[in-house]
């Protein structure tokens, strides 16, 4: 039985046996014996203080949960009563007047009683009776509703039985003044919202009679107009509540179940009425997921509670710096430590002490074995700022259900840091020279100690709140224990911190210290490996070769987005998702034919399946295992639908589809990944199994919830329940081969978030730079050198400005803006402003709305970066293209960009070289680093800006000033827009999704806060375990030699030393040869049609005269005899290169790149040379095709110096890879007339002539080179 149905038959019980003991008070009374209320009233009383005890036993302590049985209670009170005086001739009449009801009761007879004036005093005028009458009874429906929120009655839910209950009152005084009298008025109370619907379902419940009486047909047509009638009802009561401005599905929970329950009295008069009652199936029940009730306090009361705590804190801190200190147990010395946590450090999370009092454990256990190669305690600041505190910081770590950054034995774990505050040093010290071992934590402890701090000081401190807390959490089982996290007798005790004078906490790092925004610090591998240089000994990096993977390019691709892409990627066809066939005449059919089409054909599917499995031969796991994942859905279909028809239950086709498709697919898809035998699959697989389907929804749906309004909110939790379900059943159907599993120990699901939280620190990324550039300096071709220097830009970006790989590459022009460089003009070392708008583009989709954002590279990148990213963007905008800015990628070089592939395999080798295998670094690293470094940066100390960035403390003043302004700077203590920002600059809609997956130094951010604050004990207590010869009260915070004795063998947590940057190197992007700058910048420059070409033709470079005569003596019958000479070139018009220039950028083709000369070997050189030679003397360009004229003496032999084949072959070690060269005629056929060989180029991708397009290109390498021209 459930817990309510007990707590109710308890109830009624103890109600019945109060009635009892009130009729034995009675019996024997005279009526007019005094005495006789007041012992009824005290009855009651007694019973009502019984019963509050008994709920508070079964946890139901506040107002809000009690309320429903308290008023359970009443009403069935108050049935016996009537009972009773209906019974009874001369009962006596039982008033308890500390009854809620009894009290609407009199104040309901009250108003009938002005109603009944009203009627007397406006007779005859009826609309002035109705309007008065009906204020009556609002003022009076007003009255009872601040009567019930006096009572702390102050919800609709909680008050809907009490107005019910007034409106039955009225009714039935009404309808008793009615039938004493033919002539009373006829009160009409329009307001009476539980009398209509009663009303309604009357007249509904009369309908389904007459549904009933009229079909003759089978009881399965009578049961389907049965429920579409209630349906009906259902649709126009739903319409009815909210013109009633019930607008909530808690405001009209109650009227709906009064509708349900009208509906069940009609039921049970029928079935008493007739003779042969027609068995009515429907039992209308609606489910609502009420959810738990939660305590919210007012501002003021949060207030009042945060200046409670600050109190307490005072007070522990005078107990703790006077000379009365004593800690004469290990119990109390433990409690001192915990409170100093909790008030000192602001950690007030149950599970967060218990690790933490485990790792001071693990720590002297490690310093007795002297093996402490990662210590715990680390300082947050370099050592080298002696004139300051510097606060030690304990790494620890705990067990978390579904969110952390660490596996150990199954269970994930989060990473924390917390300030070992110096009391707690203190009462650690005091604990150890107790002799006393530190014995493992666990809840109860933690509680029992604190506790016993608290009852000793329960004189001095006003903790009595917190004693009887503490006390009725330690009354719960352990397991009970384990699972409470935020402990309520400290409840927003980080309030005592925010408002402390001395402090600057604000929100965002209040909520990190209560653990209610997640986040996870780095783990101590981790740590070591970004801060502590555990990198390879230098004499290592020397001796690494510089491993260079193959380039690796693709075509840049607009983004295709289809749907139910995983599935489309399995070889077999999975005919469980046939479609369902239509057969004919569909629309004729009725439901039930429809759902029995559907079964026949997952039966006939079901068949093929089994015979399909039985033909199968050999180890076929995959789609053996897919057939068998078939099966078991198919099985488990039938056996919902064989369990609806024993139970009498009615389970919809559409209810069983939507089971399916909540989790069909995920499953089949995830099932084909499993490389071994489906039936010998063990528990663990099965529970990688869940999680995967499970993680996989609950990802699909954060993403469209992100990017659409749709509401998605609940289809992971759908699918758990499902799954839940399926398992159930495949282990009642295949117990030998469907284990149990632990995947469902819960009744909720929770998607396990597990945090790659890897940090790249200033000095490795310095590292990366520098292997980057020994990479680029052995690099043997020049592709491969200007791809490498693009790979450092996109790691420079990414370390930066925090973005996605697929937002790097697929950058476009579009998204830069800044006008200097977008005007293609250099601005020298001048200043320019130079932004990123992130947005969707043809060649990425980026993962949310909020991902659409806009980044300011001057904030944030330093002066050499900031000079490489513009020389780089400089050089692009200059570039001709015949593509919309919004579609040339940035990073695109003739038309190739690195595969996404290269880049990950790229970043594994060079973080492989500078730490080691399996270091889990991968692209997105760069993204933690940035979200981290700009928090630290916008939000951090100067100390904690030099010891974890690379920033000077000047930078980080002038991007703030740059990003926030001076109003910013002036409040920057507590100011909260610099998370919005920093949650905006990620992609992210709010700063707990950016805290959750990236940021992982919130834990320090927030103990900097806290910190500088004095920590003052008496110096006899100092003198008493220190052996030190204090004569004044010493702060442990600020005094060099307590801190020295403590922190003497620890390591800062970040950088220790100043790094010594790395500049960014010189970069040459020119995959094209010089040439093409010296004369596409001529094309540029003289465009002025009066600028005449014989006035300029001496100031130009010696190239751009050879391409103006070779272009017009390609393309101009008149110039194919010219021979060249400068004189010449100065009498030929420009507009000849111009049209060849624009022939090739006008060209909607892929640009190609030729091989580079300089790449050739000498004897090849040759060839090139002697090629190019022919096709300046001799080449004409006609159309789309070079033409060469073959002349032939008597003896028919040719005329030519120079052979087609040298040619030809000559030309091929200059083309790219994918381009071929095809000739016609040749060799000459003499019979023909023409004796022209037509040379073209054809583009093997596409299969399209490209000659145009390369003509420009072979004239850029024909004019570079003297020889040719001499």
Same mark, same amino acid.
């Given at each position: 039985?459930?817990?309510?149905?007990?707590?109710?038959?308890?109830?009624?019980?103890?109600?019945?046996?109060?009635?009892?003991?009130?009729?034995?008070?009675?019996?024997?009374?005279?009526?007019?014996?005094?005495?006789?209320?007041?012992?009824?009233?005290?009855?009651?009383?007694?019973?009502?203080?019984?019963?509050?005890?008994?709920?508070?036993?079964?946890?139901?302590?506040?107002?809000?949960?009690?309320?429903?049985?308290?008023?359970?209670?009443?009403?069935?009170?108050?049935?016996?009563?009537?009972?009773?005086?209906?019974?009874?001739?001369?009962?006596?009449?039982?008033?308890?007047?500390?009854?809620?009801?009894?009290?609407?009761?009199?104040?309901?007879?009250?108003?009938?009683?002005?109603?009944?004036?009203?009627?007397?005093?406006?007779?005859?005028?009826?609309?002035?009776?109705?309007?008065?009458?009906?204020?009556?009874?609002?003022?009076?429906?007003?009255?009872?509703?601040?009567?019930?929120?006096?009572?702390?009655?102050?919800?609709?839910?909680?008050?809907?039985?009490?107005?019910?209950?007034?409106?039955?009152?009225? +009714?039935?005084?009404?309808?008793?003044?009615?039938?004493?009298?033919?002539?009373?008025?006829?009160?009409?109370?329009?307001?009476?919202?539980?009398?209509?619907?009663?009303?309604?379902?009357?007249?509904?419940?009369?309908?389904?009679?007459?549904?009933?009486?009229?079909?003759?047909?089978?009881?399965?047509?009578?049961?389907?107009?049965?429920?579409?009638?209630?349906?009906?009802?259902?649709?126009?009561?739903?319409?009815?509540?909210?013109?009633?401005?019930?607008?909530?599905?808690?405001?009209?929970?109650? $009227?709906?179940?009064?509708?349900?329950?009208?509906?069940?009295?009609?039921?049970?008069?029928?079935?008493?009425?007739?003779?042969?009652?027609?068995?009515?199936?429907?039992?209308?029940?609606?489910?609502?997921?009420?959810?738990?009730?939660?305590?919210?306090?007012?501002?003021?009361?949060?207030?009042?509670?945060?200046?409670?705590?600050?109190?307490?804190? =005072?007070?522990?801190?005078?107990?703790?710096?006077?000379?009365?200190?004593?800690? /004469?147990?290990?119990?109390?010395?433990?409690?001192?430590?915990?409170?100093?946590?909790?008030?000192?450090?602001?950690?007030?999370?149950?599970?967060?002490?218990?690790?933490?009092?485990?790792?001071?454990?693990?720590?002297?256990?490690?310093?007795?074995?002297?093996?402490?190669?990662?210590?715990?305690?680390?300082?947050?600041?370099?050592?080298?700022?002696?004139?300051?505190?510097?606060?030690?910081?304990?790494?620890?770590?705990?067990?978390?259900?579904?969110?952390?950054?660490?596996?150990?034995?199954?269970?994930?774990?989060?990473?924390?840091?917390?300030?070992?505050?110096?009391?707690?040093?203190?009462?650690?010290?005091?604990?150890?020279?107790?002799?006393?071992?530190?014995?493992?934590?666990?809840? =109860?402890?933690?509680?029992?100690?604190?506790?016993?701090?608290?009852?000793?000081?329960?004189?001095?401190?006003?903790?009595?709140?917190?004693?009887?807390?503490?006390?009725?959490?330690?009354?719960?089982?352990?397991?009970?224990?384990?699972?409470?996290?935020?402990?309520?007798?400290?409840?927003?005790?980080?309030?005592?911190?925010?408002? *402390?004078?001395?402090?600057?906490?604000?929100?965002?790092?209040?909520?990190?210290?209560?653990?209610?925004?997640? @986040?996870?610090?780095?783990?101590?591998?981790?740590?070591?490996?970004?801060?502590?240089?555990?990198?390879?000994?230098?004499?290592?990096?020397?001796?690494?070769?510089?491993?260079?993977?193959?380039?690796?390019?693709?075509?840049?691709? /607009?983004?295709?987005?289809?749907?139910?892409?995983?599935?489309?990627?399995?070889?077999?066809?999975?005919?469980?998702?046939?479609?369902?066939?239509?057969?004919?005449?569909?629309?004729?059919?009725?439901?039930?034919?429809?759902?029995?089409?559907?079964?026949?054909?997952?039966?006939?599917?079901?068949?093929?399946?089994?015979?399909?499995?039985?033909?199968?031969?050999?180890?076929?796991?995959?789609?053996?295992?897919?057939?068998?994942?078939?099966?078991?859905?198919?099985?488990? +279909?039938?056996?919902?639908?064989?369990?609806?028809?024993?139970?009498?239950?009615?389970?919809?086709?559409?209810?069983? &589809?939507?089971?399916?498709?909540?989790?069909?697919?995920?499953?089949?898809?995830?099932?084909?990944?499993?490389?071994?035998?489906?039936?010998?699959?063990?528990?663990?697989?099965?529970?990688?199994?869940?999680?995967?389907?499970?993680?996989?929804?609950?990802?699909?749906?954060?993403?469209?919830?992100?990017?659409?309004?749709?509401?998605?909110?609940?289809?992971?939790?759908?699918?758990?329940?499902?799954?839940?379900?399926?398992?159930?059943?495949?282990?009642?159907?295949?117990?030998?081969?469907?284990?149990?599993?632990?995947?469902?120990?819960?009744?909720?699901?929770?998607?396990?978030?597990?945090?790659?939280?890897?940090?790249?620190?200033?000095?490795?990324?310095?590292? #990366?730079?520098?292997?980057?550039?020994?990479?680029?300096?052995?690099?043997?071709?020049?592709?491969?050198?200007?791809?490498?220097?693009?790979?450092?830009?996109?790691?420079?970006?990414?370390?930066?400005?925090?973005?996605?790989?697929?937002?790097?590459?697929?950058?476009?022009?579009?998204?830069?803006?800044?006008?200097?460089?977008?005007?293609?003009?250099?601005?020298?070392?001048?200043?320019?402003?130079?932004?990123?708008?992130?947005?969707?583009?043809?060649?990425?989709?980026?993962?949310?709305?909020?991902?659409?954002?806009?980044?300011?590279?001057?904030?944030?990148?330093?002066?050499?970066?900031?000079?490489?990213?513009?020389?780089?963007?400089?050089?692009?905008?200059?570039?001709?293209?015949?593509?919309?800015?919004?579609?040339?990628?940035?990073?695109?070089?003739?038309?190739?960009?690195?595969?996404?592939?290269?880049?990950?395999?790229?970043?594994?080798?060079?973080?492989?070289?500078?730490?080691?295998?399996?270091?889990?670094?991968?692209?997105?690293?760069?993204?933690?680093?940035?979200?981290?470094?700009?928090?630290?940066?916008?939000?951090?100390?100067?100390?904690?800006?030099?010891?974890?960035?690379?920033?000077?403390?000047?930078?980080?003043?002038?991007?703030?000033?740059?990003?926030?302004?001076?109003?910013?700077?002036?409040?920057?203590?507590?100011?909260?827009?610099?998370?919005?920002?920093?949650?905006?600059?990620?992609?992210?809609?709010?700063?707990?999704?950016?805290?959750?997956?990236?940021?992982?130094?919130?834990?320090?951010?927030?103990?900097?806060?806290?910190?500088?604050?004095?920590?003052?004990?008496?110096?006899?207590?100092?003198?008493?375990?220190?052996?030190?010869?204090?004569?004044?009260?010493?702060?442990?915070?600020?005094?060099?030699?307590?801190?020295?004795?403590?922190?003497?063998?620890?390591?800062?947590?970040?950088?220790?030393?100043?790094?010594?940057?790395?500049?960014?190197?010189?970069?040459?992007?020119?995959?094209?040869?010089?040439?093409?700058?010296?004369?596409? @910048? $001529?094309?540029?420059?003289?465009?002025?049609?009066?600028?005449?070409?014989?006035?300029?033709?001496?100031?130009? *470079?010696?190239?751009?005269?050879?391409?103006?005569?070779?272009?017009?003596?390609?393309?101009?019958?008149?110039?194919?005899?010219?021979?060249?000479?400068?004189?010449?070139?100065?009498?030929?018009?420009?507009?000849?290169?111009?049209?060849?220039?624009?022939?090739?950028?006008?060209?909607? #083709?892929?640009?190609?790149?030729?091989?580079?000369?300089?790449?050739?070997?000498?004897?090849?050189?040759?060839?090139?040379?002697?090629?190019?030679?022919?096709?300046?003397?001799?080449? &004409?360009?006609?159309?789309?095709?070079?033409?060469?004229?073959?002349?032939?003496?008597?003896?028919?032999?040719?005329?030519?110096?120079?052979?087609?084949?040298?040619?030809?072959?000559?030309?091929?070690?200059?083309?790219?890879?994918?381009?071929?060269?095809?000739?016609?005629?040749?060799?000459?056929?003499?019979?023909?007339?023409?004796?022209?060989?037509?040379?073209?180029?054809?583009?093997?991708?596409?299969?399209?002539?490209?000659?145009?397009?390369?003509?420009?290109?072979?004239?850029?390498?024909?004019?570079?080179?003297?020889?040719?021209?001499?």
């Amino acid at each position: 039985m459930a817990k309510h149905d007990v707590i109710a038959a308890h109830i009624g019980e103890q109600v019945e046996l109060t009635f009892q003991q009130m009729l034995q008070s009675i019996a024997g009374r005279k009526r007019s014996t005094t005495g006789i209320d007041e012992g009824l009233e005290k009855i009651w009383v007694d019973f009502h203080s019984a019963l509050k005890k008994f709920l508070k036993n079964h946890k139901l302590s506040t107002v809000t949960l009690r309320a429903p049985y308290l008023q359970q209670s009443e009403a069935y009170f108050f049935q016996l009563k009537e009972d009773y005086r209906s019974e009874m001739q001369e009962a006596y009449p039982i008033k308890i007047m500390s009854l809620i009801y009894e009290n609407i009761k009199q104040k309901v007879e009250a108003d009938f009683s002005k109603m009944s004036e009203a009627i007397k005093k406006h007779q005859g005028n009826t609309l002035e009776i109705d309007s008065e009458i009906e204020k009556i009874w609002v003022d009076c429906q007003a009255e009872i509703k601040a009567f019930l929120k006096d009572k702390k009655i102050a919800t609709v839910a909680l008050r809907a039985p009490y107005l019910q209950w007034a409106e039955d009152c009225l +009714i039935k005084r009404k309808e008793a003044d009615e039938s004493a009298s033919e002539d009373v008025y006829l009160i009409k109370i329009p307001s009476t919202i539980y009398h209509q619907i009663a009303q309604q379902v009357a007249f509904t419940f009369q309908q389904m009679k007459e549904a009933i009486a009229g079909q003759k047909d089978s009881q399965q047509e009578i049961d389907d107009q049965i429920v579409r009638i209630w349906a009906d009802f259902a649709k126009e009561l739903e319409t009815f509540l909210r013109n009633k401005d019930f607008t909530t599905r808690a405001k009209r929970k109650p $009227y709906i179940k009064h509708s349900e329950a009208s509906f069940l009295a009609c039921l049970e008069q029928y079935q008493n009425e007739e003779q042969q009652p027609y068995p009515i199936k429907l039992r209308p029940t609606t489910l609502f997921s009420d959810p738990p009730p939660r305590q919210i306090l007012s501002t003021e009361a949060r207030l009042r509670l945060g200046q409670q705590h600050f109190h307490i804190a =005072r007070g522990l801190k005078a107990y703790w710096r006077s000379e009365t200190l004593q800690m /004469p147990t290990a119990q109390q010395c433990l409690g001192h430590l915990y409170l100093s946590l909790i008030y000192c450090s602001g950690c007030s999370d149950l599970t967060q002490l218990v690790a933490i009092g485990n790792r001071l454990l693990e720590e002297e256990k490690e310093k007795e074995k002297m093996s402490n190669p990662l210590s715990g305690y680390l300082t947050l600041y370099r050592s080298d700022y002696k004139k300051i505190t510097n606060p030690l910081v304990l790494s620890y770590s705990m067990p978390h259900r579904y969110y952390g950054n660490e596996i150990k034995d199954k269970m994930i774990y989060q990473w924390r840091h917390v300030w070992f505050n110096p009391y707690a040093q203190l009462f650690l010290h005091i604990l150890k020279q107790q002799a006393e071992d530190l014995q493992p934590q666990h809840p =109860r402890k933690v509680l029992e100690a604190i506790l016993s701090v608290f009852e000793n000081l329960k004189k001095q401190l006003k903790v009595s709140e917190q004693i009887s807390a503490l006390k009725k959490i330690l009354r719960s089982e352990d397991q009970d224990l384990i699972e409470i996290t935020a402990l309520k007798p400290f409840q927003h005790v980080n309030l005592a911190l925010e408002i *402390h004078p001395d402090l600057s906490l604000d929100m965002c790092l209040s909520e990190v210290l209560q653990n209610h925004l997640k @986040t996870v610090s780095l783990t101590a591998e981790d740590q070591g490996v970004a801060w502590f240089n555990t990198l390879k000994p230098k004499t290592d990096l020397v001796k690494v070769e510089h491993g260079i993977l193959p380039l690796e390019t693709e075509t840049a691709k /607009p983004v295709a987005i289809t749907a139910h892409q995983q599935l489309k990627e399995l070889p077999f066809e999975l005919e469980f998702l046939e479609q369902e066939r239509a057969p004919v005449g569909k629309n004729k059919q009725s439901q039930r034919q429809r759902d029995e089409q559907q079964f026949k054909q997952w039966r006939n599917i079901r068949t093929r399946l089994k015979a399909k499995k039985a033909a199968l031969k050999g180890d076929n796991y995959k789609e053996s295992n897919l057939i068998e994942a078939q099966l078991r859905l198919l099985d488990w +279909i039938f056996y919902l639908r064989k369990e609806e028809k024993e139970n009498g239950k009615k389970l919809k086709l559409s209810s069983i &589809k939507r089971y399916l498709s909540s989790f069909a697919k995920d499953y089949f898809f995830h099932i084909y990944m499993y490389d071994d035998d489906l039936e010998q699959m063990n528990a663990e697989y099965y529970e990688q199994l869940y999680t995967s389907i499970l993680n996989g929804i609950d990802e699909r749906a954060e993403a469209q919830r992100e990017y659409t309004d749709t509401r998605t909110q609940g289809r992971a939790q759908y699918a758990f329940g499902r799954l839940k379900d399926f398992h159930a059943f495949c282990q009642k159907r295949y117990p030998e081969s469907v284990p149990a599993v632990s995947s469902f120990q819960y009744n909720d699901f929770q998607r396990i978030q597990f945090c790659q939280a890897k940090l790249i620190s200033p000095q490795l990324f310095i590292q #990366l730079k520098k292997r980057v550039i020994q990479k680029i300096e052995a690099c043997s071709t020049e592709k491969e050198k200007v791809h490498l220097q693009l790979l450092l830009l996109m790691y420079l970006l990414a370390y930066r400005l925090g973005c996605r790989l697929n937002e790097i590459r697929g950058l476009t022009l579009g998204e830069i803006i800044c006008p200097q460089l977008l005007w293609k003009d250099d601005p020298g070392n001048q200043t320019v402003a130079i932004r990123i708008i992130l947005k969707n583009n043809v060649y990425r989709r980026l993962k949310s709305q909020n991902a659409q954002r806009q980044l300011d590279l001057n904030a944030v990148l330093l002066d050499d970066e900031l000079q490489a990213v513009k020389s780089y963007l400089l050089h692009c905008f200059q570039q001709p293209n015949n593509k919309k800015a919004n579609e040339q990628l940035v990073f695109e070089i003739g038309g190739e960009i690195l595969s996404e592939l290269y880049i990950s395999q790229m970043t594994r080798l060079l973080f492989d070289e500078i730490i080691k295998p399996d270091h889990g670094y991968t692209f997105h690293s760069f993204r933690h680093s940035a979200a981290n470094h700009l928090a630290i940066a916008w939000l951090g100390s100067k100390e904690m800006v030099m010891t974890y960035t690379d920033y000077s403390w000047q930078q980080a003043k002038s991007m703030r000033k740059h990003l926030f302004g001076e109003q910013a700077i002036r409040h920057e203590a507590v100011i909260q827009h610099k998370w919005r920002l920093l949650a905006d600059w990620m992609g992210h809609s709010s700063i707990e999704q950016t805290a959750s997956h990236y940021l992982h130094t919130l834990d320090l951010l927030a103990i900097e806060r806290i910190y500088n604050t004095p920590c003052v004990v008496h110096p006899a207590v100092l003198n008493r375990h220190y052996d030190r010869g204090e004569t004044e009260a010493v702060d442990l915070n600020r005094d060099r030699s307590y801190r020295k004795c403590f922190e003497s063998d620890h390591r800062v947590l970040a950088i220790d030393h100043k790094v010594q940057p790395c500049p960014m190197p010189k970069m040459q992007f020119e995959l094209k040869p010089l040439s093409y700058k010296v004369i596409h @910048t $001529y094309l540029n420059t003289y465009q002025d049609a009066e600028i005449q070409a014989p006035q300029i033709v001496d100031k130009l *470079h010696i190239w751009v005269k050879r391409a103006l005569w070779l272009a017009a003596k390609w393309q101009v019958p008149l110039f194919s005899k010219l021979g060249w000479n400068l004189d010449n070139a100065a009498s030929i018009e420009k507009k000849y290169l111009s049209d060849l220039y624009d022939k090739q950028i006008k060209n909607k #083709l892929k640009p190609k790149s030729l091989q580079l000369f300089i790449a050739l070997k000498d004897l090849l050189k040759e060839k090139v040379l002697s090629a190019l030679a022919v096709l300046i003397q001799h080449g &004409k360009l006609r159309r789309n095709q070079f033409c060469f004229q073959c002349r032939f003496d008597a003896q028919q032999k040719p005329k030519m110096d120079w052979k087609m084949q040298d040619f030809i072959e000559g030309m091929q070690l200059l083309l790219p890879e994918d381009v071929q060269l095809q000739y016609d005629n040749y060799p000459v056929d003499l019979t023909q007339k023409s004796r022209e060989i037509h040379v073209y180029f054809i583009d093997q991708n596409s299969n399209k002539n490209i000659t145009l397009s390369l003509a420009f290109d072979f004239l850029l390498e024909a004019v570079q080179h003297p020889s040719l021209w001499e």
